[in-house]
């Protein structure tokens, strides 16, 4: 038996490993999301990081959300579209979208599959903050924005 996290987490199938929970995204009304679910890949307190995997179903997405921590997230599967600060892109597998403190930012699956990325950051992180109605209306007032809040344009 060693101490830390296991040395092999086999993949099995559809985007799970062994021995790792599929847990809730997040508590429910905590924030809104649609369809998220994260697995904990790793965790080490010697590298004080943690490599989660999220996977958002059809149609679904992140919350929007900012915190204090860094963010690296590389896209696994499926497809689907990001906001970074004040950016909008298409995301596919293999795209690398680095995620700044401080900054705005949710994760939207196209319609027709899920969209499954790795997610490293801190392993002792501070609590999401959730937009108020001033920070909405700053984001909203670039109609590009508001339209993908509102899952409107490719995919929705």
Not at 25 to 32: L, T
Not at 55 to 76: D, K
Not at 79 to 104: F, H
């Amino acid at each position: 038996m060693s101490d830390g996290p296991p040395r092999f987490r086999p993949f099995r199938k559809d985007f799970r490993w062994e021995d790792v929970a599929r847990l809730a995204y997040k508590d429910d009304g905590e924030a809104p999301f649609r369809d998220v679910t994260r697995q904990v890949l790793f965790a080490s307190p010697d590298l004080m990081g943690e490599l989660r995997y999220f996977e958002v179903g059809p149609g679904g997405f992140s919350s929007l959300e900012r915190h204090r921590h860094v963010h690296a997230v590389m896209i696994l599967r499926g497809a689907g579209r990001c906001l970074v600060g004040t950016e909008i892109r298409a995301v596919s597998p293999y795209d690398l979208v680095t995620v700044p403190p401080l900054t705005w930012h949710q994760f939207r699956a196209a319609a027709d599959a899920p969209l499954g990325f790795l997610c490293m950051v801190d392993a002792e992180r501070d609590r999401p903050e959730l937009p108020g109605p001033d920070d909405l209306a700053a984001l909203c007032a670039d109609p590009a924005i508001a339209a993908f809040l509102r899952g409107e344009g490719p995919d929705g």
